[in-house]
C-alpha cells in the first residue's frame, strides 16, 4: 500500500474549502463512487440474473446482488479516484471530483474504498454464494492495481484490457443465481468486453486534449483519428456479432435475436457514419463521436432489457 500512500499531485491547483455540512461531505463520499458509471454496470447484472433464473429471479438473492454490487463497483472508483487524484486535476471532464477538488483527504478515500470493498465481498459471500463473492473482489483488484496502476498510463491498450473489470458484473449476477458459470455469461461478459473500447475511445476523442494533458496513452492520444475510427469500427462488428452467439448458446426466443439484430444494425451504422464523415475531410469535434458514445450507451442498455424480457417470453 505504500506505493499508492507515495503518490503525490504533479500539478498544484487551487485549493478548496472542504465541506462543512455532513450533506455536503455525504454528496462527496458518493461523489467518489462515481454512481454514473455504477448505473452502467447494473443494467448489465440484473437482466443476467434474468436469465440465468429462467424468468423472474429470487427476490432477496437480486436485492442481494444489486446492493453489494453496488458497493463493489464504489469501491472501485473510490479506489480508482485515489490513485488518479493527481491526473484528475489536470483534465476537465474530471476536475470538480472530490479528491481534486479536496473535499475529502487521499487517506480518508482510500480508507473509504477499501472498506466498500471489504463490505461488498463479506456481504456477497454472506447472502449469496462464495463464487460471486470472489468475482466482486476480482473484479476491484483488477480495476485497482492493473488498469488504474499499471495499463492507464503506460499503453494505448489500456481500456482494451483494463475494461474486463467492468465485464465482471455479468459474471457475478449469473454466479448469484446459479453458484457456478456457464456459456451464457461467457457470451455476454465478450459483449460488453468488445463494446467498451469504441464506447471509451469515442469519449477520448471528445476530450482528447484531457488526456495528452494529463499523459495518459489513451489510442486517440497517440494514434490518427483514421486508426481510432477504423478500430472502433472493428470492435463494434465483434460486439454486434458476439450479441447475436447468445441466441443458440443461450437457447433464447427469437424476440432476443431480432432485438439484437436491430440495434446493432443502428449501431453499426452510427460508427461507419464516423468514417464517412472522416473520408469526407471532417476532423475533431466535426466527428461527432459523442453522437456515437451516447448510442453506445443506448444500445448497451436496450440489448441488456432484451436479455431480461426472452425469458418472460418462453
Partial sequence: MTVLTNRQATAPSPQ???PR???MTVKAYIALTKPRIIELLLITTLPVMFLAAGGLPPLWTSISVMVFGTLSAGSANALNCYVDRDIDQKMRRTRRRPLARHQVSPRNALIFGIALGV????????TTNWLAALLSLGAILF???VYSMILKRRTAQNIV???????MPVMIGWAGITERLDWAPLVLFGVVFFWTPPHTWTLAMRYKEDYAAAKVPMLPVVATERRVVLESIAYTWATVLCSLALWPVAGTTL????VAAVLGAVCLWEVHRLLARLNAGKTGVQL????????SNAYLALLFLAVAI???LS
Fill in 288 to 295: 461527432r463521436p459523442m453522437r456515437f458514445f451516447h448510442w
Fill in 21 to 23: 455540512s455532513i450533506g
Fill in 161 to 167: 484490457w483494463g475494461g474486463i473489470a467492468g465485464c
Fill in 119 to 126: 463490505a461488498s465481498t463479506l456481504g456477497l459471500w454472506l
Fill in 255 to 258: 424476440f432476443y435475436p431480432v
Fill in 16 to 18: 478548496v474549502e472542504a
Fill in 310 to 312: 426472452d425469458p418472460l
Fill in 143 to 145: 480495476y485497482v492495481l
